[in-house]
């Protein structure tokens, strides 16, 4: 049932004479209504109302069998368009490949590809260094995942390959596993120690690099399995918990994590890499512990490779607009250390660390180790978490930018196949790297057809290059690592002005980037996705609640508290609850409720029984507890005899209480009892409940639940607005108090001329 407050000519009345009321009206105009409304008692819906009941549509009946069995006749049915529609789903290159324009987009995937290719080089091979992995794997990583998404990705700017972040949990999972097995700290091709089990990867005997490949295409399998189950139920909103307060936050963390796992690399330290719990506070323990033992030659080579890289890294994001294409200054300083370290041999001369030898050519595919899948279940979630987000949150970023659409469940299964495929090739896993996908982006990339460029520019480092590589120091690599973490550690300085916009939100920032630092990058996702989802349940159990003006000469009502020159409607409380009502705010309502209004009806209920029955048991009073209350609300300061205080009940300063429910999406049943209490303990003292803003759904439950009775139970009603409801409590109003009226002309001529004098 919906009311409206009309004209007979069809028009919203604009204004209506009530006692008290805030809008000044002639005399003419007041005698006018008042003639007009005294013809009618409060039971006849009046003339100048029109009830309109809108018809809804028939529900259609929820069927879970019907529902299923109409997805597998779809699924099911086979014929040549479904399967073309099928395929080019599935792999989108089939779509956009035929329409490819050789003339306007191939000479910039050409540039962005060459371009990217080059900067992965050094970074493919630091990021296998965080991985715990042989330099190899990162480019293997790079290559295959760069293939496998040209062909079912439906973005055309992301960079798929290694990732920093990824790669910390990758290591730190392989390393746990490392020891679990067995394997010594010391010498990175140690044997097993302690431990007859020879594994074999087609390779014979598995040294330490070889188990810790095995763990990582284990790990990469199950990662690309749960992404693709993900992307087949499609639940894509799974990655809408992970907020960019807390994103922002975990990659901030891990990023401290990932410096703190390189220091050693830069300065040339041989220490136990720690894992778990308090390892960001051990490793620095440890680091301070044998600083005596710091590599010179490292070191220096590391500062000046800093004192190098960073400098030209600003210039090129100073200047990325001008410029056509950043300066490659990584491969630069990745190409002349490397020389350096070969002539001056800092390998036998200064024990710096090196790459050592890197294979060329591709090995033969392998299957991953099913008997690790148990131990690495749980840490390939959070990683197929964080991977997904990354690589759909960026595809529809540059996807919204660029004016092309975007779908996320089609993504997840592409990263998902990024991980699942190339677990047989010897990769590591994978997803949408952030500063490759700039740097694509930023360099004219038109499509995908980029990513096969990059992949060509890999191969003829892993054919031919990869070996010149040997001499090439770890502590570049550290540094390589280290300048790309940029983006991250800046997010400090932001800090400030998200406090300024949302300090819950900063405070989920600094929860999440301190549980991943000082505690583990997957614990501390884990406490970031629950204090987030703790502060939403926080900000609807205690949301707010004010009490609404009116801006004169409008149909707007806002927040008293908020904006001056409101005006307040008197006799007439309207309240705002900004957010939904369940069981978890259902007390805080009445409360906030109670407080805003000054009437506590329970209370004030029980006060007037009290009176009202001693003053009829001391003085016979016979009048009826309306026209006592109406008494109360107006005290007379003409009246003669004035009563006993005791003997009056407590006074109230309104007869309505509008409730704006505008800010509520939905109720429940513990909601819905309490309006229901409300409405019927306002009604007790005398106070009608209106709602007014009620959305379809919301009124639905209410008329489900017996809220929406007979159109004569006053406090029942809905309304479309506010303003709505407001003239219909002034107009209900006026007429009780003219019914009133002539009641007490019959019955007491005395107090007709006293209710006259008001």
Not at 169 to 178: A, C, D, F, W
Not at 235 to 253: C, H, M, N, R
Not at 488 to 495: E, I, N, P, T, V
């Amino acid at each position: 049932m919906m009311y409206v407050t009309a004209t007979p000519h069809g028009c919203l009345l604009s204004c209506l004479s009530s006692p008290g009321a805030m809008e000044d009206t002639s005399s003419q105009k007041s005698g006018q209504s008042k003639e007009v409304l005294s013809s009618r008692t409060p039971e006849e819906s009046p003339a100048n109302f029109i009830h309109v009941e809108l018809e809804e549509y028939e529900p259609t009946d929820f069927s879970t069998k019907d529902l299923i069995l109409k997805k597998a006749r779809e699924v099911c049915t086979c014929n040549h368009q479904t399967i073309i529609t099928f395929f080019c789903q599935l792999f989108p290159v089939l779509d956009w490949l035929p329409r490819y324009n050789i003339k306007t987009q191939l000479l910039g995937d050409v540039i962005s590809g060459l371009l990217v290719g080059i900067v992965a080089i050094p970074q493919s091979i630091s990021y296998s260094l965080l991985a715990s992995q042989d330099p190899i794997y990162g480019i293997y990583t790079n290559f295959f995942c760069n293939i496998i998404y040209v062909a079912m990705a439906t973005s055309r700017h992301n960079f798929v390959g290694s990732f920093g972040i990824l790669c910390l949990m990758i290591g730190q999972s392989v390393n746990r596993h490392l020891q679990l097995a067995g394997y010594s700290d010391d010498n990175s091709g140690s044997s097993l120690v302690g431990n007859s089990t020879s594994f074999s990867n087609g390779t014979g005997a598995c040294d330490k690099s070889c188990y810790a490949i095995t763990v990582a295409l284990s790990l990469s399998f199950l990662v690309g399995l749960y992404q693709i189950l993900l992307g087949v139920l499609q639940l894509g909103f799974v990655a809408v918990y992970l907020s960019e307060p807390l994103l922002s936050g975990f990659v901030t963390g891990s990023s401290l994590t990932i410096i703190t796992s390189q220091m050693k690399y830069l300065l040339g330290l041989k220490i136990p890499r720690h894992e778990g719990v308090g390892s960001f506070l051990l490793t620095w323990v440890d680091l301070f512990r044998y600083i005596q033992n710091t590599n010179i030659c490292d070191l220096v080579t590391s500062l000046v490779a800093l004192a190098i890289i960073v400098p030209v890294k600003e210039i090129n994001d100073r200047y990325k607009e001008k410029m056509k294409a950043p300066f490659p200054i990584e491969l630069l300083v990745v190409i002349v250390a490397t020389v350096i370290s070969y002539y001056f041999n800092f390998e036998e001369r200064y024990k710096s660390a090196v790459c050592g030898d890197i294979p060329t050519g591709f090995r033969k595919p392998t299957l991953p180790d099913i008997n690790l899948f148990s131990s690495l279940a749980v840490d390939a979630l959070p990683i197929a978490v964080i991977g997904f987000a990354m690589t759909v949150s960026l595809a529809e970023i540059f996807g919204k930018k660029h004016g092309y659409a975007v779908c996320a469940n089609q993504e997840m299964i592409a990263i998902g196949m990024c991980n699942l495929i190339p677990s047989f090739f010897y990769c590591f896993a994978s997803s949408a790297a952030l500063t490759k996908t700039l740097l694509k982006e930023s360099t004219g990339t038109q499509t995908q057809v980029s990513g096969l460029v990059t992949s060509l520019v890999l191969v003829l480092v892993l054919l031919w290059i990869a070996p010149l590589f040997y001499s090439l120091q770890t502590s570049i690599l550290g540094v390589v690592t280290i300048v790309n973490l940029r983006g991250g550690l800046r997010k400090f300085h932001d800090a400030p002005r998200m406090w300024q916009l949302s300090k819950l939100d900063t405070v989920v920032w600094w929860t999440t980037m301190l549980s991943s630092t000082l505690i583990t990058t997957e614990i501390g996702l884990l406490v970031g996705v629950c204090f987030a989802l703790l502060c939403i349940i926080f900000r609807t159990q205690r949301p707010r609640a004010t009490l609404l003006g009116k801006v004169s000469n409008t149909e707007i009502y806002e927040d008293q508290s908020t904006y001056k020159q409101l005006s307040s409607i008197a006799n007439i409380k309207i309240f705002r609850f900004e957010s939904s009502l369940y069981y978890a705010n259902k007390d805080y309502f009445k409360t906030v409720l109670y407080q805003k209004t000054g009437v506590n009806p329970i209370l004030l209920a029980a006060k007037r029984r009290r009176v009202e029955a001693q003053a009829n048991a001391d003085a016979g009073n016979s009048k009826s507890f309306f026209g006592t209350r109406l008494g109360c609300l107006k005290p007379a300061k003409q009246r003669t005899e004035k009563p006993p205080a005791d003997a009056c009940p407590p006074s109230i300063d309104m007869h309505t209480l509008i409730l704006d429910c505008g800010a509520m999406q939905f109720i429940d049943t513990v909601g819905l009892s309490v309006l229901k209490e409300i409405h019927h303990d306002y009604k007790e003292i005398g106070v009608q409940v209106l709602l007014a803003n009620c959305n379809p759904s919301l009124r639905h439950r209410l008329r489900e639940g017996g809220w929406a009775g007979e159109t004569d139970s006053g406090g029942q009603l809905a309304f479309h607005s506010v303003h709505d409801a407001v003239q219909f409590a002034e107009w209900r109003y006026h007429v009780q108090w003219e019914s009133k009226e002539k009641k007490d002309a019959v019955l007491d001529p005395e107090d007709l001329n006293f209710q006259a004098s008001l």
